[in-house]
């Protein structure tokens, strides 16, 4: 089993900047892709962005230009740094992290996009 667990996430301006970490832990021998997730009230969860353990990464057209995923390894850690950040972009993010063909979901942690 996988544990993930989030932290950065919080209440900003619009225009301004946070950096989510999701750092894994548990019975791990490689974690294949890490990445986020969010999902708006009323909304289905959707891709945020991803990133392979080789460091290929994926993003949603949404946030490409404005968010930087990237991961350490030896920490079996992802971070997301978010900048430019818009009201729609508020919502509860969710880590993944995949291995052996298994997801692992965290717990969440909620960005709010406020003045």
């Known amino acids: 089993q996988v544990q993930l667990v989030e932290s950065g996430g919080g209440l900003v301006q619009p225009g301004g900047s946070l950096r989510l970490s999701c750092a894994a832990s548990g019975s791990i021998f490689r974690l294949n892709v890490m990445g986020w997730y969010r999902q708006a009230p009323g909304k289905q969860r959707e891709l945020v962005a991803t990133?392979?353990?080789?460091?290929?990464?994926n993003y949603a057209d949404s946030v490409k230009g404005r968010c930087t995923i990237s991961r350490d390894n030896a920490k079996n850690t992802v971070y997301l740094q978010m900048n430019s950040l818009k009201p729609e972009d508020t919502a509860v993010y969710y880590c993944l992290a995949n291995e052996w063909g298994n997801n692992y979901w965290g717990q969440g942690t909620q960005v709010t996009v406020s003045s």
């Open positions: 990133i392979t353990s080789g460091g290929t990464t």
